[in-house]
């Protein structure tokens, strides 16, 4: 059923925005993602629900009724989670403030850095990767949220189900439990789900958890930068430092104006210097 809704959130989110290449955009997959999914939900329907040329996409007769429903179930069913993440009181969305410069420079990165620490997104990617320690295999677990920011990491000498239980459990003693898990096809990650936490949406597919297979480039380019690493203890060590360190010096560029992360680089370094100089007194 899952599965299901994901293909019709996809296609509405097509013939809403009238093309393929801005709805993945929009949904954070990639393209040939999206024309997958539309065309596994025409072959369940057994009908054309849109018309694609080279200069745009169109509903159907049938697309169009079918558009109208479906907006009205999700909008419904994403009510439903609202409700039920008010329940539980959970943070989620957008946070925006407005404050002079003096007081934000001031001010602000320390309080935000504590706000995000207390309340992570309730969406998290979890993904693995191997490095080879002394000609050894080994895995390190890693888990992000919907910011970028990384949660939780492990290293372990396996990936099978046991190891995904001890990696859930770590990570949700100390945050909770999300609203979503995003993973890749590793069946262990379903085994671990069923057996913890049977009731979070687990959305399993490689093209969805780009997220968290980016974040290892930079473990991959510490790596070299060190020589590979000496044993797994100093790997957990070390990634566990540098992980939440660098999250406070890569303020996502590409999101940013020159002068925004001119500013966003400069709070930083006074916020590393004032824990520094806190930790040093």
């Not at 009731?199 to 980016?214: I, P, Q, Y």
């Not at 406070?248 to 400069?266: D, Q, V």
Request: glycine share 6%; charged share 30%.
């Amino acid at each position: 059923m899952t599965g299901r809704i994901e293909r019709i959130r996809v296609f509405v989110k097509v013939a809403e925005l009238n093309g393929f290449a801005a709805a993945a955009r929009e949904l954070g997959v990639t393209r040939s993602i999206a024309t997958r999914y539309v065309s596994e939900l025409e072959g369940e329907l057994g009908a054309q629900l849109l018309v694609r040329t080279t200069r745009k996409v169109s509903t159907t007769v049938a697309g169009r009724l079918y558009l109208e429903r479906m907006q009205t179930l999700l909008a419904d069913l994403d009510r439903a989670d609202e409700l039920i993440n008010q329940q539980h009181a959970t943070l989620s969305g957008e946070l925006r403030l407005s404050a002079p410069v003096s007081f934000g420079q001031r001010f602000l990165p320390r309080v935000l850095a504590e706000f995000r620490e207390r309340a992570p997104s309730d969406k998290w990617h979890l993904d693995e990767v191997v490095i080879s320690i002394r000609g050894r295999k080994h895995w390190l677990w890693r888990a992000i949220d919907a910011n970028g920011d990384v949660l939780e990491i492990l290293m372990q000498s396996r990936r099978n189900g046991h190891a995904a239980k001890r990696f859930l459990m770590k990570l949700m003693k100390r945050w909770g439990v999300p609203r979503v898990l995003v993973t890749d096809k590793l069946r262990s990650y379903g085994v671990a789900v069923r057996g913890i936490c049977p009731s979070v949406d687990h959305r399993s597919h490689k093209g969805l958890n780009n997220r968290s297979e980016a974040s290892h480039r930079h473990t991959r380019r510490r790596e070299k930068v060190m020589g590979r690493f000496k044993s797994p203890r100093q790997a957990q060590q070390f990634l566990s430092v540098h992980d939440q360190t660098a999250t406070i010096f890569r303020p996502k560029r590409h999101r940013l104006s020159a002068a925004s992360y001119r500013h966003a680089r400069a709070d930083a370094f006074s916020l590393w210097n004032s824990y520094a100089a806190e930790m040093s007194a």
